[in-house]
């Protein structure tokens, strides 16, 4: 799932309940004129830099069956044009 927005903050959508148990979740944004981003606090993993774009990228393992995962929002003290995706993995 995917979304294109601007502003100070961006969500990635919530995700359908998992199929199996043991799925990762990993969510990735970036951003074209964002000062460093500050992602979710669930997601583990984080990396954050800024070359040409801002991007911040992290994952969570989610353990049970059926778990719906959460919209996820990161932050950027400065505005810009953002761009991201959210999957799960089995």
Not at 15 to 32: H, K, M, V, W
Request: proline share 3%; hydrophobic share 30%; with cysteine.
């Amino acid at each position: 799932s995917g979304t294109d927005t601007d502003g100070t903050s961006f969500a990635l959508p919530a995700l359908s309940a998992t199929a199996t148990a043991n799925e990762e979740y990993a969510g990735f944004y970036s951003c074209d004129s964002c000062s460093t981003i500050s992602g979710p606090s669930g997601l583990g993993d984080g990396t954050s830099q800024t070359t040409t774009w801002t991007i911040y990228d992290g994952d969570e393992s989610i353990a049970s069956e059926g778990t719906s995962v959460p919209a996820e929002t990161a932050t950027a003290s400065t505005g810009g044009n953002w761009v991201g995706f959210a999957i799960t993995l089995e």
